[in-house]
């Protein structure tokens, strides 16, 4: 269990020249709400089960603990989560010393790309690409869980 | 994840004499919806994450997946966990080639004493103490999970 500091941007610009990898993901949740989220994950052959607690005042710093678990015991505890599936595309682009993770979104969240970067501590600075966007950190609608029962595309 | 099979019983009169191991249990909910629970327990120096499905028809299978866990991440997820926690002392006791565990509820479930068989397949044969009262396999009401919700001094 640690404290995770994230901060999250819109993404506006192409980011896909300075991307060096992709990888698919597809999560759902076994509870999605905010206070205690329970996330399962197939990212690739490995399966992830993770706790979230809610966001601070500032929303970037939450409570994670997560657990790799084998591919097939995920997809069977997808089975069981709530109707509705995330489905999306995880680019990395390095910028300066950090790495953002471009999360671009299928499914009812299509047209929906956003971009996260882990910090050390909430003040950290980092380098601003271009394509880099308004900041939504925090914003409950944005989490993935919400954009499971309200979608981007009902937006 | 496998299929567990169980019967539940109330408990009506002396089963003491007959256990012969006691453990406490502290136990709260990330998730306390019948369709997937997630519990989060403590039972001496081990913690476990445990994911459960919902009952079938006759309420005695349902999918479970359990992962144990270091004790000391059990506590940080159970300060995420819904309010309420399930606090119980299980009996073993052995009866004829099956082994009952026993809760014995306390706090807001103080009073309420259920026993559990685990059984191979749904119509195996058990031998019924003489302390084992109604069946109540099934009833969502007794899952633990309910308890918290709505527990026994409230019935």
């Given at each position: 269990m640690a404290v995770e500091i994230e901060r999250k941007f819109l993404v506006t610009g192409d980011f896909r020249a300075e991307a060096h990898a992709q990888q698919r993901i597809t999560q759902g949740y076994l509870s999605s709400v905010p206070e205690r989220t329970v996330r399962v994950r197939i990212k690739g052959e490995q399966g992830f089960i993770t706790v979230k607690g809610i966001g601070n005042a500032s929303g970037a710093s939450r409570y994670e603990w997560e657990r790799e678990i084998p591919r097939a015991e995920a997809e069977a505890l997808l089975a069981l989560c709530e109707p509705g599936v995330i489905d999306k595309v995880r680019h990395l682009v390095t910028a300066g010393a950090h790495t953002f993770e471009v999360d671009e979104f299928f499914g009812d969240n299509q047209g929906l790309i956003v971009a996260e970067i882990e910090l050390g501590h909430e003040d950290e600075d980092f380098l601003r690409p271009a394509w880099l966007g308004a900041e939504v950190t925090?914003?409950?609608?944005?989490y993935n869980s919400a954009l499971m029962q309200n979608p981007f595309k009902n937006w």
């Open positions: 925090g914003e409950v609608r944005y």
